[in-house]
């Protein structure tokens, strides 16, 4: 079964999908609105084009654990993409992914506008990956 992971942002949200195993997560491209139902739209039709039978969205935490800020959103989030695409939404610790895709880029030396483009995506490659080692 695939898995789709979301990282989601103020105006840019990030998306990834797995392979048929698990094993594995592929960037796909990152949609640009910040408006809940634009992108709980396009999550589940991301979702029904790759046959994905869950959702893996990255849930902000705080460093302690708690609910970020922005957590009340991300569930809001969660819940329309549920009624959308009728298959489970998985909200998953996304603490550090960011740093995470920022060190990756670092290392394989993307910079300017095309590290912009790509962060949210790896983002989201990265909290798809975390979900799925933790199976």
């Known amino acids: 079964m695939r898995s789709l992971g979301i990282d989601f942002g103020d105006s840019r949200?990030?998306?990834?999908?797995?392979?048929?195993?698990?094993?594995?997560?592929?960037?796909?491209?990152?949609?640009k609105s910040g408006s809940l139902d634009k992108v709980a739209a396009h999550?589940?039709?991301l979702a029904k084009q790759h046959g994905a039978g869950e959702i893996?969205?990255?849930?902000?935490?705080?460093?302690?654990?708690?609910?970020?800020?922005?957590?009340?959103?991300?569930?809001?989030?969660?819940?329309?993409?549920?009624?959308?695409a009728d298959i489970p939404v998985i909200?998953?610790?996304?603490?550090l992914t960011t740093v995470s895709a920022h060190r990756l880029m670092n290392v394989t030396n993307v910079r300017g506008k095309k590290r912009k483009n790509a962060v949210d995506s790896i983002s989201a490659a990265i909290i798809l990956e975390s979900y799925l080692d933790s199976k």
């Not at 797995?18 to 960037?27: C, I, P, Q, V, Y």
């Not at 893996?56 to 549920?82: F, S, V």
């Open 91 to 95: 909200l998953w610790d996304e603490r």
């Open 13 to 31: 949200t990030g998306f990834a999908v797995s392979d048929e195993l698990g094993f594995g997560a592929r960037t796909l491209e990152h949609f």
């Open 43 to 45: 999550a589940a039709e």
């Open 56 to 84: 893996i969205l990255g849930y902000p935490k705080n460093m302690d654990g708690t609910p970020g800020i922005r957590a009340e959103r991300t569930e809001r989030l969660a819940e329309k993409i549920r009624e959308l």
